[in-house]
């Protein structure tokens, strides 16, 4: 099936009150085991490849693999930039053919973020791909501060940029958590209830299942996992170097891993259902 945009998979899913998965990939066998888990589950899915991938040529090349492997696929696919740094990156990922971008100017002044969501927006819209944008910027887990999104800031955003989906604040953080996260629910139904458009939890990765799922019903339609399934890919791939160390072509080497992994995607898109 051909690429579709996030906004094609969010707006339904924010008015059903269910979720799109969003993983980051890196390479075929990584997209492989996100695809071959979401055509198990029979689920659409995001697959996402993060900003860092633009420094070089591997965001180009894996657009390229990725559209071609949505083609053959038997659930809808979208190809999103994650976190795009620049106005300028998110308009190289439309000319690579990802069909959403996310431009991220959440550690921007307030003013700044909104002119430049608008320039991405502008862009992206008048070629047919959905936007991203980020408020209440959302750290790593070693940060100190996080500061949370307010309503107002919600709705005032998303009047103001046009975006089609909004990442918003409630207490996660990206990377693996060293203690439960503090969610502030509350804050999240009441964002939900300003912002019409599809909400997006970053920092998805270590959150509880149950958790996730109180946030599905108050708008969050889209829950990025990067850290959490890049993980399980290492974990397979050590355990597969350590029991096997006779010589094997990499392409047989690698798929009990890409299969473990699939597995492992299910159990996740499973407990966020």
Known sequence: MPLVTTKDLLIPARREKRAVCAFNVTNYETA???LDAAETRATPVII???QRLFNDRKAEHMAGLIRRMAETSAVDVALHLDHGLTVEQ???AVDYGF???MFDGSPLPWAENIEQTRAAVAYAH???VSV???IGHVPTVAASERPLTTPAEGEEFARETGVDSLAVAVGTAHGFYPTAPVIDLGLAEAIGKKVALPLVLHGGSGTPPETVRALIGVGFAKINIATEFMDSFLKALRIR???TPEFKPVDLFLAPVVTETAAY???LMKSFS
């Open 132 to 134: 991203e944008g980020e």
């Open 99 to 101: 069909t959403s971008v």
């Open 32 to 34: 492989a085991a996100v």
């Open 126 to 128: 008048a070629h047919g």
């Open 265 to 267: 995607v299910c159990g």
């Open 48 to 50: 996402q490849i993060y």
């Open 90 to 92: 998110t308009t190289r």
């Open 241 to 243: 170097c350590e029991t």
